[in-house]
């Protein structure tokens, strides 16, 4: 299943609010997740079945949608965010989208 | 805690073969299955194969579908990718992933990965 993701990249401040689409190229139901990548790390889930946050991940991460249309929102930016997020279909399979760079303004 | 360490990363020729594993601690190894997710340099994660908790169930990319073949020990709590016909665009960093329950596909916990280089 094909996964898109809008922006490829966006650039941010600390304390604004940032939202990543995901779309998925069929009805995935909710069997979308959301990871944190930041270079020389290993992934890290925040968001599973679209819209639940995963234990020991921040608040400000939530995610929300339905069907083929996704999203990840950061509701007020932390330093510790500037990284490439990735969605990812679990309905058949797996794939990720390509994925959201978040750098610094 | 939680440890999925992969090994056997390195340099090969195009046409080449090369075997990774990776050890797993810290959780019931049988109970879970377990993927093979690769990152090409400047690239995005590209999602390559699972394995169910029991080894039954193996799935596969098309991109290393025929090509790659997962398998796992749960008596020695590792799993296997052997990777045949290595081409320049398997050139990545794989890592080895939990399920967070067997049979999601939600990964918890990624291991640190290891480099393949396919290169002459």
């Known amino acids: 299943i094909q996964m898109t993701q809008s922006p490829s990249s966006l650039s941010a401040s600390v304390g604004d609010r940032v939202t990543i689409t995901c779309r998925a190229g069929q009805n995935i139901d909710n069997y979308v997740n959301w990871y944190q990548h930041k270079p020389g790390r290993a992934p890290h889930l925040l968001i599973y079945a679209a819209s639940s946050l995963q234990t020991g991940v921040p608040s400000r991460f939530s995610g929300s949608g339905s069907g083929t249309d996704f999203t990840l929102t950061i509701s007020s930016l932390a330093p510790d965010d500037f990284a490439t997020y990735y969605c990812q279909q679990s309905y058949s399979a797996s794939s990720f989208g390509p994925g959201t760079r978040v750098d610094i303004k | 805690q939680v440890q999925l360490v992969e090994s056997g990363g390195g340099v090969v020729q195009p046409g080449g073969s090369l075997r990774l594993s990776c050890a797993a601690s810290g959780f019931t190894f049988s109970d879970y299955g377990i993927h093979w997710v690769r990152q090409a340099p400047g690239k995005g994660l590209e999602w390559i194969s699972v394995?169910?908790?029991?080894?039954?169930?193996?799935f596969y990319a098309d991109s290393v579908e025929g090509r790659f073949t997962v398998s796992r020990d749960n008596s020695k709590n590792t799993l296997f990718l052997q990777m045949n016909s290595l081409g320049p665009e398997d050139t990545a960093v794989y890592y080895c992933?939990?399920?967070?329950?067997?049979?999601?596909?939600?990964?918890?916990?990624w291991g640190q990965g290891t480099l393949v280089t396919v290169s002459s």
């Open positions: 394995i169910s908790f029991e080894g039954s169930n193996k």
């Open positions: 992933a939990k399920d967070q329950d067997s049979g999601t596909y939600i990964i918890d916990y």
